[in-house]
């Protein structure tokens, strides 16, 4: 079947601009995670979705950066008014959740390509 | 506070060579799962294996094997007869389950497998 599927896969924009990140998770998978990749740092949370809960936003680095879900499916990530350092992989993920009791999501997160994203 | 580490920034052996890559853990919680993914150039991640806290059995899948010790808090990863297709950055990850099941990754070891 179909992966996560993300777009789009790169992306050059000039500082200052807002960009749109899209992923599309696996069919049937309820969890939804944002992850950045960069040199400096490495591979870091940024946000998660489960089903109709509110999304833990503990990794977002500023108030620039935000995400949506809509009807449980496609996620929609957004940074605005970018700026050099928001240059990175930013890689979508998903599982099956949720977990026991219909707590957080504890299955395998399945990653789509990346979009890679350079800030002029 | 959770943590990983994968003290091997860089590896490189010739093809047919064994090669283990270590990844040490830190964690406050009896429950967690430990993940091992795989980074080609191509820079998809793809997943390798999956285990939780409760389940120390090592487990061998083709040329790879996983030895989990939760005395050490170690989950390392060997790979046998290694292959010019082994070439990647491999990264172990840890995700517990009250917070939420993100992922907390290491820094990951890039494997260089010369022919």
């Known amino acids: 079947g179909a992966g996560v599927s993300q777009s789009p896969s790169n992306k050059v924009t000039e500082k200052g601009k807002d960009v749109e990140l899209r992923c599309d998770p696996i069919?049937?998978?309820?969890?939804l995670y944002w992850y950045r990749q960069s040199l400096g740092q490495g591979l870091e949370f940024l946000i998660y979705?489960?089903?109709?809960?509110?999304?833990?936003k503990s990794g977002l680095p500023s108030d620039r950066f935000s995400a949506e879900r809509t009807g449980g499916s496609v996620s929609t990530l957004t940074i605005q008014r970018t700026q050099q350092e928001d240059s990175a992989v930013y890689l979508c993920?998903?599982?099956?959740?949720?977990?026991?009791?219909?707590?957080?999501?504890?299955?395998?997160?399945?990653f789509g390509p990346g979009t890679r994203l350079t800030v002029l | 506070a959770q943590k990983v580490t994968q003290a091997q920034t860089e590896i490189s052996v010739v093809e047919k060579e064994d090669v283990t890559l270590d990844c040490v853990y830190e964690?406050?919680?009896?429950?967690?799962?430990l993940f091992w993914y795989k980074q080609p150039p191509s820079g998809e991640l793809v997943f390798l294996i999956r285990?939780?806290?409760?389940?120390?059995q090592n487990e061998i899948s083709g040329r790879y094997s996983w030895n989990f010790q939760k005395s050490t808090s170690s989950f390392n990863f060997t790979i046998t007869a290694s292959q010019v297709v082994d070439s990647a950055v491999y990264f172990c990850?840890?995700?517990?389950?009250?917070?939420?099941?993100?992922?907390?990754f290491g820094q990951g070891t890039i494997l260089t497998v010369h022919p």
């Open positions: 993920a998903s599982s099956l959740g949720p977990g026991l009791a219909g707590g957080p999501s504890t299955d395998t997160q399945y």
């Open positions: 069919s049937g998978h309820t969890a």
């Open positions: 979705f489960q089903g109709n809960s509110a999304p833990d």
């Open positions: 964690t406050r919680d009896t429950t967690y799962y």
């Open positions: 285990r939780n806290s409760f389940d120390e």
């Open positions: 990850a840890l995700s517990e389950p009250p917070l939420g099941g993100k992922l907390t």
